[in-house]
């Protein structure tokens, strides 16, 4: 296990050459510490902070505490302005993920809470694949790498354009959050995370999910962990509908646009009450906001009894969708070696743009 974590950080110092100059800086001085210790989380009703913590090897606590730190980025100081922080795409520059040190955080300690409960993670939205990618190292630092696997499901083309009159058209036209799905395995590939555990899925949720749902029923695989990430009310009803049921009873939902977006808690609150689920929800702060100040917060739960999904309703309500203007991705699960060539079709044309005159 030692061995492994070690070369974990060599990975990643290695692929921190290649990222801005800000994180090849962070990452580098975190690498080499004895005593850092990640940023606590702000809970309203649960205390699982640091959640790296919880592990027992401190060389996995060093290790999964300067990934965070190199994932995220400097996200939390876009988020609250400190420093006066202002990336230059509207989000941040230097981060993997929009996660953040807490909700980062959350998954370390979901994956942790969950070791009983059989399944895999899936992370469902997943920008440039950071969470999906601390989740990953998380199972490999717990020795679950090789019965557990790591889902991660995006469009890869940005969201989709309205289906329903629930949502807007905005969503459709943030063009920073395009990442391209030879881009995302290529930043798994960096950090020495592309194993054969990992599935990216790619495509729009309505076309994608279900053919997830059927491959996870057929090969009877279940998820101790799933984190929603659509943002639009449309796809959390995608995601609920084709994922929940495979969550067995003592694994945790996150709705990380809980409660920011309300078109994202309305599809939650209705699938909630359409299918009579009481489970606690709990509500996680940024942790660096004002006591009680919940604006980038989000919601998760953990599932207390089993839950028989009403999916002739998603079936019917489906079929009443308009369809997506403009080009639809194309719809695939990718396993391990084509995984591989998508990043080394990445780390091709980045070799090819260092080479051209500035």
Not at 82 to 107: A, E, I, Q
Not at 109 to 136: C, H, M, N, Y
Request: aromatic share 10%; with cysteine; proline share 3%.
């Amino acid at each position: 296990m030692l061995s492994a974590i070690l070369l974990f950080c060599a990975s990643c110092a290695a692929m921190a050459s290649a990222k801005p100059h800000r994180v090849k800086q962070r990452f580098s001085t975190l690498k080499d510490a004895t005593e850092q210790q990640p940023q606590g989380l702000a809970s309203v009703n649960m205390s699982y902070a640091p959640a790296v913590h919880l592990l027992g090897n401190q060389h996995a606590q060093r290790f999964l505490t300067a990934l965070i730190e190199t994932v995220k980025g400097d996200w939390d100081d876009a988020v609250t302005g400190r420093g006066g922080y202002k990336p230059s795409n509207g989000f941040c520059d230097t981060c993997f993920s929009m996660s953040g040190t807490v909700k980062l955080n959350l998954v370390v300690w979901a994956l942790i809470k969950t070791l009983s409960v059989p399944g895999d993670f899936a992370e469902t939205g997943t920008w440039r694949g950071g969470t999906a990618i601390v989740a990953r190292a998380t199972q490999r630092v717990l020795g679950e790498d090789r019965r557990r696997r790591t889902y991660v499901c995006d469009s890869f083309e940005g969201l989709p354009t309205a289906t329903t009159s629930e949502d807007s058209e905005k969503w459709n036209k943030m063009n920073a959050l395009r990442v391209s799905v030879d881009q995302v395995a290529d930043n798994f590939e960096a950090f020495g995370l592309l194993d054969g555990g990992v599935r990216i899925v790619r495509g729009y949720f309505r076309y994608s999910l279900p053919i997830l749902r059927r491959r996870l029923i057929e090969h009877k695989r279940h998820l101790a962990v799933l984190r929603g990430d659509g943002d639009m009310y449309e796809s959390y009803l995608d995601i609920l509908y084709n994922l929940y049921e495979l969550i067995p009873v003592g694994g945790i939902f996150i709705c990380d646009d809980c409660t920011l977006i309300r078109e994202a808690q309305r599809a939650i609150t209705e699938f909630r009450t359409r299918h009579g689920i009481t489970d606690r929800v709990h509500i996680t702060g940024i942790g660096m906001l004002r006591e009680g100040d919940h604006t980038y917060g989000l919601t998760w739960w953990k599932k207390t009894k089993p839950v028989s999904v009403d999916y002739t309703w998603y079936e019917k309500w489906n079929a009443t969708r308009s369809l997506e203007r403009g080009l639809i991705p194309a719809t695939k699960i990718y396993g391990f070696h084509e995984s591989r060539t998508l990043a080394l079709q990445a780390a091709a044309r980045r070799a090819a743009m260092a080479v051209l005159p500035q």
